[in-house]
């Protein structure tokens, strides 16, 4: 059997890749629902999920490091590699902190959920990730940027819930597992968006060979 072209298995690389974001970003959002209806049967549906994703990861992640042995690409086709592997690093960390949210779900009533702006938050962060994979698929450095300008967006509804955690907390009655169990929330989502601008930066790299560092937040 001859062999497969380099360009073909780079796309069947970038496809898989593909297909793991949209679990990652559905698996996002599904928390989401969880969280805010206690969805006890949800959320076990959620950690089986993420074990899928996480053999996913390794699994893509064998394959690309094949690829480099086997093929030893050069010039794009290798950014192109290590730009695969880097994102799925970053998606499986998504994954990871998507089943974080899940834990905190016994800590936290839906009266303190609603008095914050959790789920746009958390949808705004599922749509950078899906902006950054798209941006990925067609080597578009403009929606990448985007991507990381809607990352300050996440970030300052971050520290709007960081402000009105700590009025809160200074408050007599005030519930204060319940509240730090929001902060965290808020930083688990605020962090998502960091992976997806961390993603963004490695299409801008593939596709200008350029290395931006991205500059974490400070809460």
Not at 125 to 146: C, T
Request: hydrophobic share 45%.
């Amino acid at each position: 059997m001859p062999e497969r072209p380099v360009h073909e298995l780079i796309k069947e690389l970038s496809e898989v890749l593909v297909q793991l974001s949209d679990k990652v970003v559905g698996n996002l959002l599904a928390s989401l629902d969880a969280v805010k209806n206690q969805d006890k049967e949800g959320a076990r549906n959620i950690r089986m999920v993420d074990d899928e994703i996480d053999v996913a990861e390794v699994n893509l992640e064998w394959r690309c490091l094949s690829f480099l042995a086997l093929q030893q690409p050069v010039a794009r086709d290798l950014r192109t590699i290590v730009t695969i592997i880097k994102i799925n690093d970053d998606l499986e960390r998504i994954g990871d902190l998507v089943v974080h949210i899940i834990e905190r779900m016994p800590d936290i009533s839906p009266e303190i959920l609603e008095l914050f702006a959790f789920e746009s938050m958390g949808m705004l962060a599922g749509d950078m990730v899906k902006k950054s994979i798209e941006a990925f698929v067609a080597k578009d450095r403009i929606l990448a940027n985007q991507v990381c300008a809607l990352d300050e967006e996440v970030d300052v509804m971050h520290r709007s819930v960081f402000k009105k955690v700590t009025a809160l907390m200074k408050e007599p009655n005030a519930d204060i597992n319940q509240l730090i169990a929001a902060l965290s929330l808020s930083r688990y989502i605020e962090r998502m968006a960091d992976h997806a601008s961390r993603i963004a930066n490695e299409v801008i790299f593939l596709v200008t060979g350029e290395i931006v560092r991205h500059r974490e937040g400070f809460f």
